[in-house]
């Protein structure tokens, strides 16, 4: 239930970016190929958000495994677009 208020108070904190025209240039699964949460690649939007420290990662935005899911990476939304959250979770 912590997890829940934590990632609904970061929604309500972030400012959404949006996506003008392009589509999010998904591939697999982020921590099993079976995973709903993906890696994003780069285009012109999501450009800005990655880094060589982190990697960007897209969960649906009804996905109910967010909350687990920052707390096990310690992922920071940075975005939302396309009916994804776009996470930056740092590499370890």
């Known amino acids: 239930m912590r997890a829940l208020y934590f990632a609904s108070l970061a929604l309500t904190l972030v400012t959404c970016t949006e996506m003008a025209g392009a589509t999010l240039p998904l591939g697999a699964g982020y921590r099993d190929p079976a995973d709903q949460c993906v890696r994003v690649g780069e285009n ?34 940075v975005a939302v677009a396309d009916g994804y959250e776009l996470y930056s979770v740092p590499q370890r």
């Open 44 to 77: 012109e939007f999501t450009n800005q958000f990655l880094g060589d420290a982190s990697d960007l990662v897209g969960c649906p935005v009804d996905y109910e495994g967010t909350g687990v899911f920052m707390t096990e990476t310690g992922a920071v939304l």
